[in-house]
Nanobody, 122 residues
Framework: VQLQAFGGGLVQPGGSLRLSCAIS????????IGWFRQAPGKEREGVSC????????YYADSVKGRFTISRDIDDNTVYLQINNLEPEDTGIYYC????????????????WGRGTQVTVSS
């Protein structure tokens, strides 16, 4: 199983990014995918996930209304649309697989991809 997150960059506050998580070795209709981020000096935190079964989604309170997770089963890719970026969104964003339903607990996720850096700064 391989996951690769990409699409990060340097963005001004208020800007937008779309992150992608390209997955190989498994099928999205059998695995939940979560997005996590890790800011400098902080724990890795779950920001969003999408259920394998019904596409149901979860968002951390800090990102609700600004982040949108989606998936393309045919392309085996999960996306994270990030709008109205804030400096507090700065960090490395990772995607990971979970064999059950969405949750924000990183220790329950199995396969992790290399992250993509998001920097929000003016």
């Amino acid at each position: 199983v391989q996951l690769q997150a990409f699409g990060g960059g340097l963005v001004q506050p208020g800007g937008s990014l779309r992150l992608s998580c390209a997955i190989s070795g498994l099928f999205l209709d059998y695995y939940t995918i979560g997005w996590f981020r890790q800011a400098p000096g902080k724990e890795r935190e779950g920001v969003s996930c999408i259920n394998y079964s019904d596409g149901g989604t979860y968002y951390a309170d800090s990102v609700k209304g600004r982040f949108t997770i989606s998936r393309d089963i045919d392309d085996n890719t999960v996306y994270l649309q990030i709008n109205n970026l804030e400096p507090e969104d700065t960090g490395i964003y990772y995607c990971a697989t979970h064999g059950g339903f969405c949750n924000r607990f990183k220790y329950e996720y199995d396969n992790w991809g290399r992250g993509t850096q998001v920097t929000v700064s003016s």
